[in-house]
C-alpha cells in the first residue's frame, strides 16, 4: 500500500539510498573476506577465500557472454549475478 507514495520521492534520492546500501553491503562483505574487524567468518584462510571471490567475479563477466550465445532470452530470465553465485555456492557446497 506504500509503494504508491514512492513516485513522490525524487529519483536522486532513491538512487543515493541504493548506493549507499549497496556501500554498506561491501565494506561488511569486505571485511568478513579479509577478516578484518573481528573473527574470520570464512574456514580455510585467506587464500580460497580470494579465491572463492575471484570466482565468482570471473563467473559475473563471463556468463552473459554464455548465455547470449546459447539464447539471448536466458540473459534476461537468468540474471549473471544471481546465477554465478549459485554456481559459486554450489561449488563450495561440495
Do not use: H
Not at 574470520?40 to 570466482?55: E, P, Q, W
Not at 532470452?73 to 537468468?78: A, K, P, Q, T, V
Amino acid at each position: 500500500r506504500l509503494g504508491r507514495f514512492v513516485r513522490w520521492v525524487p529519483k536522486v534520492v532513491i538512487s543515493g539510498f541504493m548506493n549507499g546500501i549497496a556501500v554498506l553491503i561491501w565494506v561488511g562483505e569486505i571485511q568478513s573476506l579479509f577478516g578484518w574487524w573481528g573473527k574470520n567468518n570464512y574456514a580455510g584462510g585467506i587464500t580460497s577465500n580470494l579465491a572463492v571471490a575471484a570466482m565468482t567475479l570471473i563467473l559475473i563477466v563471463v556468463l552473459p557472454g554464455l548465455l547470449g550465445r546459447v539464447d539471448r532470452r536466458l540473459n534476461s530470465f537468468f540474471p549473471a549475478t544471481l546465477l554465478a553465485i549459485v554456481i559459486a555456492t554450489a561449488i563450495c557446497s561440495f
